[in-house]
Structures are given as C-alpha cells and as structure tokens.
C-alpha cells in the first residue's frame, strides 16, 4: 500500500515527526511488541500493513474497500475502527509495538498560514487553540502542524504537553474537535497505548511530494459521505485541502431512495454498471497512432480540465499569498 509505505518512511519512529494530532496517551511500547501496525480508516473502509521490527513490509496489506454499516448502524469512523481490529485478529495485535492511525475525516479542518495566524508560535498555544474552537465551532480541539517547505522539516507538536514547533511561515495548521478523537482513540481498547500517531489522510498526502521531490499533486479520497480533495505543488509550497459533501453511499442513497432498493442492492446495482474502474486513461503521446476507446474518449478531456483546474487553483493561491 502506497501510502503505508509512505508513512513507514515518514514516521517510523514513535514521537517522531510530521504528526498532525497526537493521542492524549503519549506512553509507547518500546520493546512489548515486534511488529509496526499503519492503520487506515475512512467511514466505510480500512486498510492495515505490518513492518517487522527489522524494517520488512508484510507482502500484503489487509483491508476491505468497502464495507457497508451493521443494520441500525451508521457509518463512521469509529465502527470501522472496531470492525478492522476485529478483522485483524487479537493475535497480530498482540504483537503490536507501535500503531500509526491514518484517518480519512472530513471533519479534520485544515487551515494554511495567513494574515489571521502570523502571530502563532510557541508562546500563545491558547490563541492557535481559541482560533480552532472558532473556526470549527466547538469547544476544544486538538492541532498539529506541518512546514509545506520541502527544505524544512515537518515539526512534531505534542499539544497535550502545551508543546509546540515554531510555526515559521509556509505551513498548514488541522484541527480536529478533542471529543471526537478521544471517541475514536476509545475504540482502540488495549490498543491506545501503543497509538504513536495520529494523522490525516489528507495530510499524509501532502508529505509524499516532500519524500520524492514531484512537482505537483493531488489526491482525491472518496469515503461514505464526503469527497476530500488534496493538491499541492512542492516548488512554491502551496496546499489546498476541500471537502465535497458527496461520498459513495450518497450515491447509493438517492439511488435505493428513487429505485424502492435496498441499500444492499443500489449498491450492487452500481457495481454492475461500473465501466471506469477498468480503463486507464493514459496521455498519449505526440504523434502517436493509438486509438483511444469509448470510455478514454470520453474521459480523457473531463480528467485533463481538471487537472488543468487544479493547476490554476494551486497558481492562485500562490499568487494571493505574494
């Protein structure tokens, strides 16, 4: 798993670097366990990877793409949480050193350094913390931050000791309401303790440039309810993070709703009727003889406007900020 990969690279040492919300228990676990858990969790999917303690990746990662709520269930975060450990197995767990959590929530704000957060640093973590509670309407959160500078390296910020990294210009501040991380870190039973980081999918996006110097990129997580959309450009250190109230089971909703379906079978309708999953669009190249198919043909302009979009949004944000 790409990502996991990543994030092995990234943060492979408990209370390291490039956190952006950390657990209320900072305890670890330094030699109970062998293995390093990653753990990723949307509202209706998980992925999970191993690392050996010599640094060897499991060959494959565990997970389900989609798995749809229990009856009287709603989805969330936190019922996935439990329905993954449970997948896992208390016998792999039990071999658990050290977990990283990677959560795909839109209800993670993220908010880049302007005007209104020049005046953050280490002396006046109330003011970064009033600032939160603002701007998401809520009463307490948790923050991290993260330097967009590819030269500069990603602080840790601990903000349950009141510690945290200088916020020099350039970087990015995510918010998320305590209660509901402590929600989340609840579901994690006999497992909490050993949680070393907790970030964002969308943050753990933003890092990938950084580790492999591209140019520009975007990711675009797609969960129960909401669509996250994450681009940024490394040279001019731009990040723009949006969250589309649109996800899979909206889709699936309108269509059990309009249909008399069930949710079970609007789903599965769905999935018949899939004709984009399999294609891969592909730029050809100048010159060349290859003749797209339907759906690349259709495709292939609405996938290069975007991208064309995405690069004049990534432009006007840098542009503002000078």
Not at 137 to 150: A, K
Request: glycine residues 8%.
């Amino acid at each position: 798993m790409k990502l996991v990969k990543m994030l092995r690279q990234k943060l492979s040492k408990p209370g390291g670097k490039n956190a952006v919300a950390t657990a209320a228990d900072d305890k670890s676990a330094d030699d109970k366990g062998t293995n390093d858990l990653y753990l990723f969790v949307s509202d209706c999917g998980w992925q999970a990877r191993l690392v050996s303690a010599d640094g060897v990746i499991s060959e494959e990662p565990l997970g389900e793409e989609l798995v749809l709520p229990l009856k009287d269930q709603s989805a969330s975060i936190k019922n996935i949480i439990a329905h993954a450990l449970d997948k896992i197995g208390k016998r792999t767990t039990g071999n658990v050193g050290n977990l990283t959590v990677v959560l795909e929530d839109p209800r993670i704000v993220f908010v880049e350094d302007s005007p209104a957060t020049a005046s953050f640093s280490k002396s006046n973590i109330a003011a970064i913390r009033n600032f939160g509670c603002e701007h998401l309407g809520v009463d307490e959160v948790s923050y991290g931050y993260t330097h967009l500078d590819p030269e500069t390296d990603n602080q840790f910020s601990d903000t349950s000791k009141g510690v945290v990294a200088e916020t020099s210009k350039g970087g990015m501040y995510g918010f998320i309401e305590v209660d509901r991380l402590r929600d989340y870190l609840s579901s994690f039973g006999d497992l909490a303790p050993k949680i070393a980081l907790v970030t964002p999918a969308a943050h753990a996006a933003i890092l990938g440039p950084n580790e492999k110097h591209d140019a520009h990129l975007c990711h675009i997580f797609v969960s129960a309810y909401s669509t996250v959309v994450a681009a940024y450009d490394v040279k001019k250190s731009v990040a723009i993070i949006r969250s589309i109230p649109v996800g899979i089971f909206s889709i699936s909703d309108a269509l059990s709703k309009a249909q008399g379906l069930t949710s079970d079978q609007a789903l599965a309708e769905l999935q018949r009727r899939d004709c984009i999953a399999p294609v891969f669009l592909k730029e050809a190249g100048a010159g060349s003889s290859e003749v797209p198919n339907q759906f690349e043909r259709i495709l292939g302009p609405v996938v290069q406007d975007l991208g064309n979009e995405i690069e004049k949004t990534l432009r006007f944000f840098h542009d503002q900020r000078g």
